[in-house]
């Protein structure tokens, strides 16, 4: 598997390329329009985000008693071979693009990762995410890891086992990913970390999807959340260096990036509110995805969602002025469990005990809001993504948790709850929580003084919040105070309380009492407080 692709007289294969050239390509393919900064903007067409349910994993002897079944889609060796035979031979009449990254800032357990593509943009893509290699390693660079990606090839539903023509199909044993089918860039960095996540774990380095920054005192701090919680928004802190935006590992040394750029949200973007993803979104080279551009002036609008409300900017890291250079550092100090509560019950930040963090790393709770997806209501509507990333773990969730806390507890980390969401009431009623309110109150966190003041114990949830804070106004500390209707906060705290019990119950058998305590007490009333 070290040469999928033999160069032949008749092929144009692309070998590590760099920016100035991919963009000629990109651009004279005619796959992407340049925009007035520089960067190049790109479509992805009908799929825009990742295609979860066209996600396969083989199941071999291997892979059959280490991967969380429940949560994936089998395929079959023989499956798997048919369409890694049809794959080698559609690209073998394409022009294509390779890239050799590394996947990890730390030697020790990074992996070398081939990227063979059909597109110059997604090669352009790829070589931003992932780390890049100097010359002198190129010459000796062997792929541990290759990921194929066709986004013109089609399945064949009945002949390759597939749901649809759209095919995301991964090997483990033989570490190879075939995406075909999608464009959507980001099934290419996604397949590199689940398979990164299925490896590390035996070798007791826990893979996080989360984002990470270090103090000026050289303390780490690490951001769990789903998209739109603010992960990358949050960790992108000028006062603050920027190890990375979504995938770290956490080692014996202490934590370490997997990627080498970023792949940021933009809808929506303002410079004023995210002063350091705007410039690293308006410079050359950055892929802009799915982002719309005026025809004539080429200036991006990023208000924009025609295309798509989930856009993004890929970028190096090195575009971020504070970005880590060695994308390493030492054990966290914090961590920081993001949610979008959009039913408007959690408070803006509580301090949680090493099993209430736990509980809720495997919950992984955000609430989504009407009109982001076809057929929502007008209510939110939750969503449990366990370890805040489950379609990237493959192994079972208890596997994540039970090493997370056993490095929180040897380490002493601090943990904390924050809700980037709706106060006041839920969407629709209330408003969303004011971002330099949520800085002021991780400010306090990271540096330690937050732990110091007066707390309150949450009736219904059980974690500790703050009672008051300097800057900050003393009524939002309290959710319930700041709906105008409090009996309407009982019965939604109590409704989102069931909401988390019903999702939890899938995970009773593989957790201690302990944390089986700290699920939130829906027969607890609000006077207990």
Same mark, same amino acid.
């Given at each position: #598997?070290? *040469?999928?692709?033999?160069?032949?007289? =008749?092929?144009?294969?692309h070998r590590n390329l760099l920016e100035p050239e991919l963009m000629e390509f990109i651009i004279r393919r005619g796959e992407g329009k340049l925009a007035q900064s520089g960067a190049v903007a790109v479509e992805t067409g009908q799929?825009? /985000?990742? =295609? &979860? *349910?066209d996600k396969y994993i083989v199941r071999d002897a291997d892979t059959d008693a280490s991967i969380w079944w429940d949560n994936a889609k089998e395929m079959s060796e023989e499956q798997f071979d048919r369409l890694f035979a049809d794959f080698i031979s559609y690209a073998r009449h394409k022009e294509i693009f390779v890239q050799d990254l590394y996947a990890g800032a730390d030697a020790d357990h990074r992996l070398n990762t081939r990227i063979i593509t059909e597109h110059a943009w997604q090669s352009l893509f790829i070589r931003h995410l992932l780390r890049r290699p100097d010359g002198s390693e190129l010459s000796s660079f062997v792929p541990d890891f290759t990921v194929v990606d066709l986004p013109s090839f089609r399945a064949a539903p009945l002949y390759h086992g597939t749901r649809s023509e759209t095919v995301i199909a991964c090997n483990f044993s033989k570490r190879i990913v075939l995406i075909g089918g999608t464009s959507y860039a980001g099934e290419i960095k996604k397949s590199v970390f689940s398979y990164l996540n299925y490896v590390l774990p035996a070798k007791n380095v826990m893979p996080m999807h989360c984002s990470a920054n270090v103090g000026k005192d050289g303390a780490s701090a690490v951001f769990f959340g789903l998209s739109g919680t603010g992960k990358t928004t949050l960790s &992108? @802190?000028? &006062?603050? *260096?920027?190890? /990375?935006d979504d995938e770290h590992g956490w080692s014996e040394k202490g934590i370490f990036n997997f990627e080498g750029g970023c792949y940021a949200k933009t809808i929506r973007l303002s410079r004023s509110a995210e002063p350091q993803i705007w410039d690293a979104s308006n410079r050359f080279a950055t892929v802009l995805e799915n982002v719309v551009i005026d025809p004539k002036s080429r200036v991006p609008n990023f208000d924009d969602n025609r295309l798509a409300e989930n856009s993004r900017s890929a970028y190096p890291l090195d575009a971020i002025a504070n970005a880590s250079p060695t994308g390493t550092a030492g054990h966290p100090r914090n961590i920081v469990m993001l949610t979008a509560d959009a039913f408007g019950v959690l408070p803006p930040i509580a301090k949680l005990t090493p099993s209430q963090a736990m509980y809720h790393f495997l919950s992984g709770f955000t609430a989504k809001v009407a009109g982001t997806e076809k057929g929502m209501g007008s209510d939110p509507k939750p969503t449990f993504s366990t370890c805040f990333g489950a379609p990237f773990m493959p192994r079972h969730p208890s596997v994540y948790g039970n090493l997370l806390r056993k490095l929180i507890a040897e380490? /002493?980390? @601090?943990?904390?709850?924050?809700?980037? /969401?709706w106060t006041g009431g839920k969407y629709g009623e209330g408003t969303r929580m004011p971002i330099k309110?949520?800085?002021? #109150?991780l400010n306090a966190a990271l540096s330690g003084t937050l732990k110091a003041l007066p707390m309150r114990i949450d009736p219904v949830f059980g974690f500790a919040v703050p009672v008051a804070m300097d800057g900050i106004d003393q009524t939002i500390l309290n959710p319930r *105070?700041?709906? =105008? @209707?409090?009996? &309407?906060? @009982?019965?939604?705290a109590a409704k989102l309380a069931q909401m988390f019990h019903d999702n939890f119950a899938k995970f009773a058998a593989y957790v201690d009492a302990d944390v089986l305590k700290a699920s939130p007490a829906v027969d607890r009333g609000i006077a207990a407080e």
């Open positions: #598997m070290t *040469e999928l692709f033999p160069t032949q007289p =008749s092929q144009k294969v799929h825009t /985000g990742r =295609s &979860a *349910e &992108a @802190d000028p &006062a603050r *260096e920027l190890l /990375g380490h /002493g980390v @601090d943990c904390w709850l924050v809700n980037t /969401g309110v949520t800085r002021g #109150m *105070e700041t709906w =105008s @209707d409090p009996k &309407a906060y @009982d019965a939604m």
